[in-house]
Structures are given as C-alpha cells and as structure tokens.
Nanobody, 121 residues
Framework: VQLQASGGGLVQAGGSLRLSCVASMNILSISVMAWYRQAPGNERELVAAIRNGGIIEYVDSVKGRFTISRDGAKNTLFLQMNSLKPEDTAVYYC????????????????WGQGTLVTVSS
C-alpha cells in the first residue's frame, strides 16, 4: 500500500493540527494503521495505532491529546493533535504495520512521505 501524509506545519504550543494520510487502497481492508514520528536525533516511535475492531492505542505522552481515526469513504487515516507541546515537534509518518504478539512492526515498504510538525514555545 502506498501512503501519503500531509497536514503538518508550524503551530504555537497549545495549538492544534490535524494530519491526514491517504491510502492507495480501501483503508478499511487494512487491518492495522498507525502514526509514527521521528524527532531530530531520536529514533522513530509509534504514536498511535488503530486495528480492526476499533482497537486504539497511544503512546503515553500523547494520551488525552491526540486522536487517531480513519474514514473509509476517503481512504484516509487522521491524527487530530490538540494541546500541542514543543516536544511533539517531529516528522510524522503513517504506516500499515504488522501487529503480532502485542507489538507493532512497521512495514518498510509502506512508509509514506512524512509531514513536519513544528511546535514553538
């Protein structure tokens, strides 16, 4: 699957952004989708994931602030980000990882172009 993320930008701390990720196929047929981010000097980390059956998981640092969702009619995955903090600054990527035994394994072939989110203090 090919994925294209967009929606990043520059925002002040406390602000909001909504990221979008358009898939090249029926997004509801993809069993797992996720958002990752990579800050300068850091490894890429899982931010949020959604699995068939409506199971959603978030990294602790974004719980209560970020919301992952998907729209089958638009073949689009979203990440609504509220109460943004400077530490949320990163390039955000979407992926269709494999979920196995409680862990998510990103698929190298499904990384889309990332979108840069910059949060100023």
């Amino acid at each position: 699957v090919q994925l294209q993320a967009s929606g990043g930008g520059l925002v002040q701390a406390g602000g909001s952004l909504r990221l979008s990720c358009v898939a090249s196929m029926n997004i509801l047929s993809i069993s797992v989708m996720a958002w990752y981010r990579q800050a300068p000097g850091n490894e890429r980390e899982l931010v949020a994931a959604i699995r068939n059956g409506g199971i959603i998981e978030y990294v602790d640092s974004v719980k209560g602030r970020f919301t992952i969702s998907r729209d089958g009619a638009k073949n689009t995955l979203f990440l609504q980000m509220n109460s943004l903090k400077p530490e949320d600054t990163a390039v955000y990527y979407c992926n269709a990882p494999v979920y196995y035994s409680g862990s998510y394994y990103p698929v190298s072939g499904s990384w889309g172009q990332g979108t840069l989110v910059t949060v100023s203090s």
